[in-house]
């Protein structure tokens, strides 16, 4: 593969707080072979003209604009937009590290993978790191090795455009609040090959007004269309034998004991998002990070 371009999709709505940092982190990337397509998703506040201004100074840059259909729609649209060889979907308020897609590109160029798995850095998440390159085919090997098992975020990946034309993938636009863990668990699935990415670091902001978290919106959005989306979503893991690999119950990723006479008196677990608690073996309770 030559020197391929990475489209970045950011849905956007009501973000003249935080639009700037990610801009900033993508037009100063190390790799400039990208093209960075903003869905204005019908936003009433100076977002859009934020982009205009950071446009005139950057040909990459790509403002869409549209009326309120939500960060699924507004995903969808940028997904279709997109002229790169891969496409990497990023909310409003994140940013990623400046060798993001230098790390990104060149491990397209290596594997030709379908997906493309980076690091996430997000406070009180433990997120797997990669120390190398690595190529799964299997469908045990592509979910474990990503932990696609425990995380359901779709902006950790950067997906071929050509595995998403094929396979016609695009965001359920009647599922709100939970539209990552359909979009990204089936690519996770239908992909022939996926790769890790070591030092390719996606950061979360978290913001309280990030795109797709408003709990009374969600409600107020489901549909019959809605209980459609999450069947089809549980035929696919059925055909393809995912849906009990998909719901393993994660590994802990490090394990603290204290021991008095070569016997373990107390013991910690920590997961991704809690922490279990053991004495002389029996759990005496679990934490909830987030």
């Not at 594997?111 to 790191?129: K, Q």
């Not at 045990?140 to 990503?146: E, L, N, P």
């Not at 709990?215 to 019959?224: F, G, I, L, N």
Request: net charge positive; charged share 25%.
């Amino acid at each position: 593969m030559k020197t391929p371009l990475m489209s970045v999709v950011i849905p956007m709505y009501n973000a003249e707080k935080f639009i700037r940092k990610p801009l900033e982190h993508l037009i100063h990337q190390t790799y400039k072979n990208i093209e960075i397509i903003i869905v204005d998703d019908g936003s009433n506040d100076n977002c859009a003209q934020i982009v205009k201004d950071y446009a005139k100074q950057d040909k990459r840059i790509k403002l869409i604009q549209q009326k309120n259909a939500g960060v699924s729609a507004a995903s969808n649209t940028g997904i279709k937009a997109a002229t790169g060889e891969y496409v990497c979907i990023h909310d409003h308020d994140d940013f990623v590290n400046l060798e993001y897609f230098e790390k990104m590109a060149n491990a397209a160029i290596l594997t030709n993978a379908d997906i493309l798995c980076g690091e996430v850095n997000e406070p009180g998440w433990s997120f797997p790191e990669f120390k190398r390159i690595e190529i799964a085919t299997s469908l045990s090997d592509k979910i474990f090795m990503t932990h696609a098992n425990a995380f359901n975020c779709a902006w950790r990946y950067a997906y071929k455009t050509e595995f998403l034309r094929k396979t016609k993938l695009l965001f359920e636009t009647s599922v709100w609040g939970a539209q990552d863990v359909i979009f990204s668990k089936s690519a996770i699935v239908l992909a022939d090959t996926v790769a890790t990415v070591p030092g390719a670091i996606y950061t979360v902001v978290d913001q309280p007004t990030s795109l797709g978290k408003d709990k009374k919106k969600k409600s107020a959005h489901e549909t019959s269309e809605t209980h459609q989306a999450w069947q089809r979503y549980a035929k696919l893991l059925e055909k393809y034998g995912a849906t009990e690999l998909l719901n393993t119950p994660d590994k802990p990723s490090h394990i603290t004991t204290f021991k008095m006479f070569n016997r373990v008196i107390y013991k910690i677990e920590k997961y991704p998002h809690k922490n279990r608690y053991f004495i002389f073996g029996i759990n005496i309770g679990t934490k909830h990070i987030n």
